[in-house]
Nanobody
Framework: QVQLVESGGGLVQPGGSLRLSCAAS????????MAWYRQAPGKQRELVAEVTSGGSTNYADSVKGRFTISRDNAKNTVYLQMNSLKPEDTAVYYCKATNSYFRDHIYWGQGTQVTVSS
């Protein structure tokens, strides 16, 4: 059974930092591309950052220079370090795993709430 479990969300003041974690089980983590998406109320889910199985990264323009995605294959975990947080970063953040060889093999986590507010 595949599970992606996000953690690390919470309430933070503008300008603050949070680190999200997504722990995967039931998959061969090293062959999966991993990504973080977010969905704010009334908006579509959008890509925040992604890291391929080979370690290449890509970021949404809105988070470039503030967020960093990384992966630890030994721990089957992907991270999202979020710095200089803004109120517009408030959303539910979701972890997504995509098999690099079978791209229809996609899994999602349950999401973790991030609220940026003073």
């Amino acid at each position: 059974q595949v599970q992606l479990v996000e953690s690390g969300g919470g309430l933070v003041q503008p300008g603050g930092s949070l680190r999200l974690s997504c722990a995967a089980s039931g998959i061969v983590f090293s062959v999966f591309g991993m990504a973080w998406y977010r969905q704010a109320p009334g908006k579509q889910r959008e890509l925040v950052a992604e890291v391929t199985s080979g370690g290449s990264t890509n970021y949404a323009d809105s988070v470039k220079g503030r967020f960093t995605i990384s992966r630890d294959n030994a721990k089957n975990t992907v991270y999202l370090q979020m710095n200089s947080l803004k109120p517009e970063d408030t959303a539910v953040y979701y972890c997504k795993a995509t098999n690099s060889y079978f791209r229809d093999h996609i899994y999602w986590g349950q999401g973790t709430q991030v609220t940026v507010s003073s």
